[in-house]
């Protein structure tokens, strides 16, 4: 019976592999919630946060011209408790799944009704909208995607999406 025990804690020794420590960016895209309210309005932002790990991104990993979720996993999404306009949509309280066409020099915000969407099934018969976001140029690289609610003035925000070298961003007014 010795002899099996010390041949079972032998081959086993070989056949299960080592437990190594991560170091550097997360492997996948662990998800990540962003909470902030305006004017007492509450605000969430649901995503998967995938990083560039030496990766170019904007224009290769996302390509240009062609519909991309912001994230990864499931599709990003908007939850607000009042009636608001984000960017030129008035929409009213509720969730919806954000979507982005970036191009070359400009990126537009989808708002989808799907807000239980994969994130590799966009389906345009679901759009609620579109709009123009602003571009700002980073100074740093942003290592993983991320997205920020900044409340700006009263009833006025900004949503935020910063990867790579790029923010790009549209206004919120929350009701």
Request: aromatic share 10%.
């Amino acid at each position: 019976m010795l002899k099996f025990a010390a041949f079972v804690l032998a081959t086993s020794a070989v056949l299960i592999p080592p437990v190594v420590a991560q170091s550097g960016p997360p492997k996948g895209s662990p998800p990540k919630v962003v909470n902030a309210v305006i004017a007492g309005k509450n605000i969430k932002l649901d995503y998967f946060s995938p990083s560039m790990r030496g990766r170019k991104i904007y224009g290769a990993l996302v390509p240009y011209g062609e519909v991309w979720c912001p994230g990864a996993n499931w599709a990003t999404t908007i939850a607000v408790d009042s009636d608001f306009q984000l960017g030129t949509l008035k929409l009213k309280k509720g969730t919806y799944a954000l979507w982005v066409l970036p191009k070359e020099n400009d990126f537009e915000l989808i708002v989808n009704s799907n807000a239980r969407a994969f994130h590799l099934d966009y389906r345009s018969d679901t759009d609620i909208g579109r709009m123009k976001m602003n571009l700002k140029a980073l100074d740093k690289p942003v290592e993983s995607l991320m997205f920020e609610v900044r409340n700006d003035a009263g009833n006025k925000g900004t949503v935020a999406l910063l990867w790579e070298n790029t923010e790009a961003s549209v206004p919120i007014v929350v009701q």
